[in-house]
């Protein structure tokens, strides 16, 4: 989606008038503490893009599987512990149901 968006910019008349800054904040989640035996992180593509160099230092080797939403994150990791998600805060409310 953010690419389409840059690339409407340059085939369409629009123009930048204002840029707002967006915090944004992932969270590592999973079904027990710590990170010891995580074997897959699944999340949404930008949020694996956003921590890819966290993931490098702190999960290497570690699967990384693209899903539809981070929601959809939480709730894969919450079905299995050796697993984790990498989502904001709310989605951890989402997995639950």
Known sequence: AFSRALDL???TPLKNCAEVVVRVQQNLMR?????????????HAQSLAQTQNWLNRNLPGVDRVTVESNAEAARLASL??????IAGANAAGAAKG
């Open 31 to 43: 079904k027990r503490v710590g990170m010891d035996g995580i074997i897959k992180v699944y999340s």
């Open 80 to 85: 299995d512990e050796n697993t984790a998600a």
């Open 9 to 11: 910019l340059v085939t």
